[in-house]
C-alpha cells in the first residue's frame, strides 16, 4: 500500500491573481488525473539505463517533484530504497500508484516548504518541469538534495499525428477539448479576417516574479483600421491584465490575400 501524507496548500498569502493563477492550474490538472493511466508508458530499459548513469543502488533516496500518478517514482522504486513523490494535485495522488517504498506527499512546490525526514541522493522530474520556477527548484535542491545529487529530468517527445489513432483523437478534441474561444472577431463584429491559435510556452517577469505558463498565441488577420476596436474587445475579455497585444503591419503579401481580408472585415463608420 502506498504511503501518502495529505496537507492542505496554504495560499492566505497569495493575491486575488496569484490565487486564481493557481487555482486555475491545479484545477486543470486534477480534472485530467484519472486518464493519466492512459499515457504512454517509459520502457523497461529507459529505467536501467537511468538507474546505470545516475549510481542509484538499493540504498539510494529518490525524490520525485511534480510526481503526478507516480509514473517515474513507481517504476525506480524497484531499484532504490525509498521515494518520496510530490504533486500539488489531491486527485492526482487519489490515483496514485501504489509501492511500499514510495510515499506520496501533497505540497505546491512554488510555494510550501518540502521537509522530507532526510536528505535524497538525487531528484527526478518528468514533463511537468514547467510546473517548477527556477527558484523554488533551488530552494528544493539546497534544502532536500545531497551533495553532488543529480537532477534527472525525464522528457517524452511523441509524434501524435503518426498514430493510428490520431486522427480518431483529433476529431475528439475538435468536439469536446476545451480550447481558447477568441471572441467572435470574424461573426457579427467581423473585426478580424482570420485569428490562428499556437500553444506555446512563456517565461516572463510579472510583479517583481518570473513567470512560466502555457499559454496561447493567437495571430489575428485584421487592418489597421479596426485594431483599436479589436484592441479594445480583447482587453474586454482577456483574463490577464496587461495583455501582450502588438501590431506587426505586412511588409509584403499575395494581392488576393489582402483584398480577402478587406472584403471579410468591417467598414467603419
Known sequence: ????????????????????????????????????????????????????????????????????RGELASQFSEFCKWVYA??????????????????????????????????????????AIHWVQQESLQRIIEQNINAGGKIFIAHTL???????????????????????????LWGKEKLAACVQLLPIESFYVWQDKTQNEAEILLLIKTRTVLFDAAVARIKQIHSYTVPEIVAMPFAAGLPGYFEWISQVTARPG
Do not use: W
Not at 480534472?31 to 546505470?52: L, M, S
Not at 496514485?96 to 518540502?114: G, H, P
Not at 486522427?167 to 467572435?184: C, E, F, H, I, T
Open 158 to 184: 511523441i509524434r501524435m499525428e503518426t498514430k493510428p489513432y490520431f486522427p480518431a483523437l483529433a476529431s475528439v478534441n475538435a468536439k469536446y477539448g476545451r480550447r481558447p474561444r477568441p471572441v467572435d
Open 1 to 68: 500500500m502506498a504511503k501518502r501524507t495529505l496537507v492542505d496548500i496554504d495560499t492566505a498569502d497569495l493575491t486575488d491573481s496569484e490565487n486564481r493563477t493557481f487555482s486555475d492550474s491545479i484545477k486543470s490538472h486534477s480534472q485530467i488525473a484519472e486518464f493519466y493511466k492512459y499515457r504512454p508508458p517509459y520502457v523497461p530499459d529507459f529505467f536501467r539505463c537511468a538507474v546505470e548513469k545516475l549510481g542509484i543502488s538499493k540504498s539510494s533516496i529518490l525524490l520525485d517533484l511534480c510526481c503526478g
Open 86 to 127: 510530490i504533486d500539488g494535485s489531491n486527485e492526482m495522488l487519489a490515483n496514485s500508484i501504489a509501492r511500499e517504498n514510495v510515499s506520496y506527499l501533497l505540497r505546491d512546490v512554488n510555494r510550501e516548504t518540502i521537509d522530507l525526514p532526510g536528505k535524497a541522493d538525487h531528484s527526478i522530474i518528468g514533463t
